[in-house]
């Protein structure tokens, strides 16, 4: 299977504990991007990284939360400190620059905060 | 900023029938795009069509057809002839020149479609 692929699936964890989600991409893509939905939400951007560059954040991406992209492939999503607000579907994607727009998602991580 | 609006949360239909799913989108750009996605029960988010704001025309691929309207700031998506296979929600999205690389998304519709 050549899709995006996220681990873990599913993650529990404690209000407090840190967390980290992995993403790979689909290989010959260059932009990858992290999405958080919340039930009955669409997708809201979080970050996006061109090659290893992260070139945009959006304000949702509190300091607790990191990502990175360290040789320009797979990428990480680290949340510190978790807390309840924290628990949604983090869902990751990624794409070539052309065609615009058309973004191939992985399945999703799910993060519930108890 | 952008905005985009599904007002229909939920949408029941019998199998065989035509379904349309509502999408009005706010941006001050002249310039942008416009995107259909489709989430099935797996999670994964499935490209449907991206529409350029300068094409007006409507298209049609198998079942699905797509109507735009830059006059009423509309892009509603249709179903012929629905199936139980399209049962998922389905998204509207907007990118825009502002937010260059990322998509703005509406909340969603939920689609069943009964046999």
């Known amino acids: 299977d050549t899709g995006v692929s996220q681990n873990p699936r599913h993650k529990i964890t404690k209000r407090g504990q840190n967390v980290t989600f992995r993403c790979d991409p689909i290989s010959e893509h260059n932009r990858l991007y992290w999405y958080r939905q919340t039930l009955g939400q669409g997708p809201e951007f979080l970050t996006y990284?061109?090659?290893?560059?992260?070139?945009?954040k959006s304000r949702l991406l509190s300091d607790r939360f990191s990502a990175e992209r360290p040789k320009g492939s797979f990428s990480t999503l680290e949340i510190q400190r978790t807390e309840q607000g924290d628990s949604a579907m983090y869902l990751c994607?990624?794409?070539?620059?052309?065609?615009?727009?058309?973004?191939?998602f992985g399945e999703g991580s799910r993060l519930t905060v108890l | 900023a952008q905005k985009v609006t599904q007002a229909q949360t939920e949408i029941s239909v019998v199998e065989k029938e035509d379904v349309t799913l509502d999408c009005v989108y706010e941006?001050?750009?002249?310039?942008?795009?416009l995107f259909w996605y489709k989430q099935p029960p797996s999670g994964e988010l499935v490209f449907l069509i991206r529409r350029n704001s300068f094409d007006e025309q409507n298209e049609i691929s198998g079942r699905y057809s797509w109507n735009f309207q830059k006059s009423t700031s509309s892009f509603n998506f249709t179903i012929t002839a629905s199936q139980v296979v399209d049962s998922a929600v389905y998204f509207c999205?907007?990118?825009?020149?502002?937010?260059?690389?990322?998509?703005?998304f509406g909340s969603g519709t939920q689609l069943t479609v009964l046999p």
């Open positions: 994607a990624s794409s070539l620059a052309r065609p615009p727009g058309e973004l191939f």
């Open positions: 941006t001050r750009d002249t310039t942008y795009y």
């Open positions: 990284f061109q090659n290893e560059a992260q070139l945009e």
């Open positions: 999205a907007l990118r825009d020149p502002g937010s260059a690389r990322q998509l703005t």
